[in-house]
């Protein structure tokens, strides 16, 4: 029995609905902030055996809600 590798040549593109980054910051070794990228676009592009992935996303401090003691402190003007 043979086993066969599909070719993946193409263009993904991410699924925003089913998809989620989440990152989490150790300040000072003692409080652990997390926080999540809302929106973000990802793209993967495969072709003849070579991958380039390319994401973004915008990032804006008033989207920084929880926990309100990181924004005070890290958004200080």
Same mark, same amino acid.
């Given at each position: 029995m043979a086993t066969t590798i599909p070719v993946l =040549?193409? @263009?993904?593109?991410? =699924?925003? @609905?089913?998809?989620?980054?989440?990152f989490a910051v150790r300040h000072a070794g003692v409080s652990t902030f997390r926080a999540s990228f809302a929106n973000l676009d990802a793209r993967l592009t495969v072709e003849g055996g070579k991958a380039v992935l390319a994401a973004g996303t915008t990032v804006e401090s008033i989207s920084i809600i929880d926990p309100p003691e990181f924004r005070a402190q890290a958004l200080q003007a």
């Open positions: =040549d193409g @263009t993904y593109e991410l =699924d925003r @609905t089913h998809s989620t980054v989440q």
